[in-house]
């Protein structure tokens, strides 16, 4: 099973930018997501990126902001997030799955997880 190792959260002010980085180990390339936490709320989907790099989708209140990329030389994806909101502040999730990702993943599509790691947006 792959190993996915998250970095890059930490605290910003309102309208700031953090990029996050998950790194896959192996050789294998997955479809990869981004998944989203806040205390007392539900897993919800960030973003996705295919194996190849070529389609993505967004949920609607990133759209515009956060931009998802990946070096598949590296195994790792990127999560750009600009203009960010207070209600962005949650523990995010990176995933990998084998198959063709899907315009609104839910968490159990995928069944390789990182450990997280937390932004906090301050207003």
């Known amino acids: 099973q792959v190993q996915l190792v998250e970095s890059g959260g930490g605290l910003v002010q309102a309208g700031g930018s953090l990029r996050l980085s998950c790194a896959a180990s192996?050789?294998?390339?997955?479809?990869m997501a981004w998944f989203r936490q806040a205390p007392g709320k539900e897993r919800e989907f960030v973003a996705t990126i295919s194996r190849g790099g070529a389609i993505t989708y967004y949920t609607d209140s990133v759209k515009g902001r956060f931009t998802i990329s990946r070096d598949n030389y590296k195994n790792t994806v990127y999560l750009q997030m600009s203009s960010l909101k207070p209600e962005d502040t949650a523990l995010y999730y990176c995933?990998?799955?084998?198959?063709?990702?899907?315009?609104?993943?839910?968490?159990?599509?995928?069944?390789?997880w990182g450990q997280g790691t937390q932004v906090t947006v301050s207003s």
């Open positions: 192996g050789r294998t390339i997955y479809a």
């Open positions: 995933a990998a799955n084998l198959g063709l990702i899907t315009t609104t993943p839910r968490p159990t599509d995928f069944g390789s």
